[in-house]
C-alpha cells in the first residue's frame, strides 16, 4: 500500500511540475527521486487522464489548451465564489453563459439549502 501511496502523490506532482513547465524523464526522475523509467511509466500513466505533448527540446509538459484545471475549495470559499458569479451574471450579459456554467459546476460542492439557489440562479 505505502508504494501505491508514492505513485499516486507522484503523479500529483508530476501534474502540478508538467503544467509549470516543460520536463525530460531524465529531469523529472530526479525531481521527484525515482528512476528514469519509473518517471517514464509514471509519465505514460499521467497521459491516460492528461494530454501531454512533447516540445521542440524532447522535452514533455501539459498542453494547456486542452488542460481542465481542477481546484478544491472548502465550503465558504465555494460561497464566495457563488457570490461573484451570481453578480457577474446579473451584470453582465456577456458573462451570463459562462457564469451560469460556472455556477452549475459550484452546486455540487455546497450544501443544501444552497445547492438548490445556485441550481436556481444557474437556469436564470
Not at 73 to 90: F, G, I, K, P
Request: charged share 30%.
Amino acid at each position: 500500500m505505502g508504494t501505491s501511496m508514492k505513485k499516486a502523490e507522484c503523479l500529483v506532482e508530476m501534474e502540478r511540475l508538467y503544467l509549470q513547465r516543460a520536463y525530460s524523464d531524465a529531469d523529472m526522475a530526479e525531481r521527484l527521486g525515482v528512476d528514469r523509467t519509473t518517471a517514464y511509466r509514471y509519465r505514460r500513466a499521467l497521459e491516460e487522464k492528461i494530454f501531454i505533448i512533447q516540445d521542440d527540446s524532447g522535452r514533455w509538459k501539459i498542453d494547456r489548451t486542452r488542460y481542465l484545471s481542477n481546484i478544491r475549495v472548502n465550503l465558504y470559499e465555494s460561497l464566495s465564489l457563488y457570490l461573484a458569479s451570481r453578480r457577474a451574471s446579473q451584470q453582465s450579459r456577456i458573462a451570463g453563459v459562462h457564469a451560469a456554467s460556472a455556477l452549475e459546476k459550484m452546486a455540487g460542492t455546497l450544501h443544501q439549502p444552497m445547492t438548490s439557489r445556485l441550481v436556481k440562479a444557474a437556469d436564470k
